[in-house]
C-alpha cells in the first residue's frame, strides 16, 4: 500500500477502506509516515470529508494504536464523561462524587490546561499532596473502592492521538467532523467505560461556535459510540459566557465544592444534574430522568455527595478535611473589584476574554510546560441578564500584585458588553442527543 495513493483517493473524494486507515494510523504511531504526507491526507479529509464507516474504522484504529484498559474487573456499570471544553468548566469536579453517591462508578482520564481554558488535572492540584499519577492498579482499586478516579492520562493511551493532534494544530487541519469525532471518542473508548457522557459545548466561548456544528458533532460522536458497543449520550449546553461564577483553578475548585455543599444553585449545578441523569439512566441505576435528579438532589441534600468527594482527593494524597475547609487551598494575596463604567444589563460576557484574563493573571498556561499559579482568576457577580450600576462590582480579580491586578481588571470589563435593554433567557442545555438506532 503506499500513502501517495491513499492521498490522492481522498483528494479525489473516494472512501478510504478499512485496510487503507489501519496502514494510515500504524504508519502515523511507529513514525514510518512522514509528517509532509500525513498532513496531506488530513488537509485531504477536511475538505471532502468521511462517511459514517470511514469515521468508526479511523477511531478503532486510533484507539488500537495504544493501551486500552480493561475496566470489567471493576463491578457493576462503569461511566465516563467528556466535555468539549470551555471557560470555568470544573463540572467533572462535581458531578462525578454526585453520580457515584449513587452508586455508578466513575473512571475518568483528565489533561491539563493549555491557553485559555483550565484543565481538571490543574484545579484538582489545588488541593496539598494531590496527586493525579496513579498506578493502573491503584487507579481500578480506586474506583472499585471510593467509586471514582481521575488520573492523568498515560503516554500509551492513544498514541496515534497525539501524533495527529500536535500535526493538526499547526496545519490549519483541527476543524474537520470526522478528525473531532475520532480523536476524541478513541480515546474514551480506550478508556474503556461503558457508559459515555458528552457535554457539547456551543457559542462564543466553545469549540463549536454554532449549536447547528454542536448538534453535528455530538450526533455522530454518539452514533460512533454506539457503533462501538458503547452506550453515548451528548448534551448540547451553553457556552456563550463562562460556566458558573469561578474562573480560576482554586477559585474552581471552592465552587465545586459550594455544589456539593449545597451552596450553590445556578446553571453548574443544572449542568451537573442534566449530565448525572444521563448516566443514572444509562446505567440503570435510575428508571428516567426525573427519578435520577431527585437522588443527584437528595445525594447532595445529604452530604453523600461531598463525602464521596472528600473520599476521593483523600484516596489521592490529599486531606478530607481540606474539602470540608477550604481555607487551606492557595488564596490569592491581592484582591481588586472591577467596576462597572456604565449601568445597563449584561447583554453578554466573552467566556473567551474572561479565560484570558485569567490566563495573564498566571492561571493558565501558554506552552505546555509553563508554570502556572493556581491561587489567581477572576470570581464574576455579574452573569447575563444581571442588572448592574455605574460603579457597581462586575468581579472581583483575584492577582499576585496590583499591577496584574489593574490590567486584569480592564481587560474584564472589556469582555462585558451592558446594554440598557434587558436580553432574552437563553435555554442552558440546549438537547440531549441520544442515539437514533
Ligand atoms: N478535543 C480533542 O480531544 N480532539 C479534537 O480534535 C478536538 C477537541
Redesign the pocket.
Known amino acids: 500500500m503506499l500513502m501517495t495513493d491513499i492521498i490522492a483517493k481522498k483528494r479525489d473524494g473516494g472512501a478510504l477502506s478499512r485496510e487503507e486507515i489501519e496502514f494510515f494510523v500504524r504508519g502515523v504511531t511507529d513514525g514510518s509516515i512522514p509528517d509532509y504526507q500525513t498532513a496531506a491526507l488530513l488537509m485531504a479529509i477536511v475538505w471532502r470529508g468521511m462517511d459514517r464507516r470511514e469515521t468508526l474504522d479511523l477511531t478503532l484504529a486510533m484507539m488500537n494504536s495504544g493501551e486500552t484498559l480493561d475496566l470489567s474487573g471493576i463491578s457493576g456499570v462503569k461511566a465516563d464523561k467528556h466535555s ?2 470551555g471557560v470555568g468548566d470544573k463540572t467533572s469536579l462535581a458531578l462525578l462524587p454526585m453520580v457515584a453517591a449513587q452508586g455508578v462508578r466513575m473512571a475518568k482520564m483528565s489533561g491539563r490546561g493549555l491557553g485559555h481554558t483550565g484543565g481538571t488535572l490543574d484545579k484538582l492540584e489545588s488541593f496539598p499532596g494531590f496527586t493525579s499519577a496513579l498506578t493502573h492498579e491503584r487507579f481500578m482499586s480506586q474506583v472499585e473502592r471510593v467509586g471514582f478516579a481521575i488520573a492523568g492520562q498515560t503516554a500509551d493511551l492513544d498514541p496515534a ?1 497525539k501524533k495527529l ?1 500536535a500535526l ?1 494544530d499547526v496545519t490549519g487541519t ?1 476543524q474537520s467532523i470526522p ?2 469525532v475520532s ?2 471518542m478513541s ?1 474514551k473508548l480506550a478508556a474503556g467505560a461503558d457508559v459515555i457522557v458528552l457535554d457539547v459545548k456551543t457559542g462564543s466561548g466553545a ?1 463549536m461556535k454554532t449549536e447547528a456544528d454542536a448538534r453535528t458533532l455530538a450526533r455522530e460522536m454518539v452514533e460512533i459510540g454506539k457503533m462501538a458497543g458503547r452506550k453515548t449520550v451528548a448534551c448540547i449546553t451553553d457556552m456563550d459566557q463562562p460556566l458558573g461564577n469561578a474562573v480560576g483553578n482554586a477559585l474552581e475548585v471552592k465552587e465545586a465544592v459550594a455544589l456539593l455543599k449545597g451552596e450553590y444553585t445556578g446553571e453548574l449545578r443544572e449542568l451537573c444534574l442534566t449530565l448525572g441523569s444521563c448516566i443514572l439512566t444509562e446505567a440503570g441505576a435510575a428508571k428516567d430522568g426525573d427519578e435520577a435528579r431527585e437522588k443527584l438532589i437528595k445525594g447532595i441534600e445529604d452530604g453523600s455527595a461531598l463525602a464521596k468527594f472528600a473520599a476521593f482527593i483523600a484516596a489521592q494524597g490529599g486531606s478530607e478535611k481540606d474539602v470540608y475547609d477550604v481555607s487551606a487551598l492557595p488564596e490569592a494575596p491581592v484582591k481588586y473589584e472591577a467596576v462597572s463604567e456604565a449601568s445597563g444589563y449584561v447583554a453578554h460576557i466573552d467566556a473567551e476574554g474572561v479565560g484570558l484574563v485569567s490566563m495573564h493573571l498566571g492561571g493558565g498556561r501558554a506552552t505546555a510546560d509553563s508554570a502556572i499559579d493556581l491561587a489567581v482568576g477572576v470570581e464574576l457577580h455579574k452573569k447575563r441578564g444581571d442588572a448592574v450600576g455605574a460603579g457597581e462590582s462586575l468581579a472581583t480579580i483575584h492577582a499576585r500584585d496590583a499591577g496584574s491586578a489593574g490590567r486584569a481588571a480592564a481587560l474584564l470589563r472589556g469582555a462585558y458588553t451592558i446594554s440598557p435593554v434587558r436580553p432574552g433567557p437563553v435555554p442552558f442545555v440546549k438537547a440531549i442527543i441520544r442515539s437514533e438506532g
Do not use: H, P
Request: a positive charge; charged letters at 25%.
Open positions: 468539549t471544553g492521538d493532534y493538526r483541527v478528525l473531532i480523536s476524541i480515546k469549540f
